[in-house]
């Protein structure tokens, strides 16, 4: 399967902790993106990083890309409640178009 | 700038009847994509279209389903004779080009739920 892997599936932490998620991928990407879907609801994209790039932040964010280990990790700090969400990471596929998605890290911050 | 516009954001079909999903791509967006979600599961592509061409359905099944881009109006996912199976939720992204660099934004989705 193409299908990029997260772990874990399900985080749950206090609020303010940090928040650490992984994704896995076995194609050549171009860039990997992160998104963070609420309940019912679609997609918002977070974050972009560059296949020649190692490390990005935004705001609370910061992503991580280790392109020998075809791996990535997204950190939060300072989760709020808010932060809530289901976070999913997408590859390009070299040269492509298409999105592949992990199979997505369920987040519960609680308050 | 409005964003990836999707209707109806809930489907409930019974067994064999249609689904039609709508999409409207963020004004200047000609390219067209759609991905299906099954509950607890990440996104998987379907379909890839421009205005007036489809220009990849490896992803989409070759029986039932359909998809357009006319070059008027919305993008439109057909789902003919629904089964059980095709509960799920359904969304659209666009793009100006389509090149990898270029992030797709999407929309808030069509759930749906075949009865």
């Known amino acids: 399967s193409q299908q990029g892997e997260e772990d874990p599936q399900a985080l749950s932490i206090q609020e303010g902790e940090n928040a650490t998620m992984n994704c896995s991928y076995k194609?050549?990407?171009?860039?990997l993106q992160w998104y963070r879907q609420n309940s019912g609801r679609g997609l918002v994209h977070l974050i972009l990083?560059?296949?020649?790039?190692r490390e990005k932040h935004s705001g609370r964010l910061r992503v991580t890309l280790d392109t020998s280990k075809k791996s990535s990790s997204l950190l939060i700090t300072a989760s709020r409640a808010a932060d809530t969400a289901s976070y999913f990471c997408a590859m390009v596929d070299s040269g492509t178009y298409k999105y592949i998605f992990g199979t997505g890290t369920r987040l519960k911050v609680l308050a | 700038n409005a964003g990836v516009m999707q209707n109806p954001r809930h489907l409930v079909r019974r067994r064999g009847q249609e689904a039609r999903l709508r999409c409207s791509p963020m004004?200047?967006?000609?390219?067209v994509y759609w991905y299906r979600q099954l509950p607890e599961e990440g996104l998987k592509f379907m379909v890839y279209?421009?205005?007036?061409?489809?220009?990849?359905e490896s992803g989409m099944p070759k029986e039932r389903f359909s998809a357009e881009f006319p070059k008027e109006g919305p993008s439109i996912l057909r789902i003919q004779q629904v089964v059980r199976g095709d509960s799920a939720a359904y969304f659209c992204?666009?793009?100006?080009?389509?090149?990898?660099?270029?992030?797709?934004?999407f929309g808030p989705g069509t759930r749906l739920l075949v009865l």
């Open positions: 992204a666009s793009s100006q080009t389509s090149l990898a660099s270029e992030t797709q934004y």
């Open positions: 279209l421009q205005k007036e061409n489809i220009i990849d």
């Open positions: 990083i560059r296949s020649n790039e």
């Open positions: 194609t050549s990407i171009n860039n």
């Open positions: 004004k200047g967006h000609s390219h």
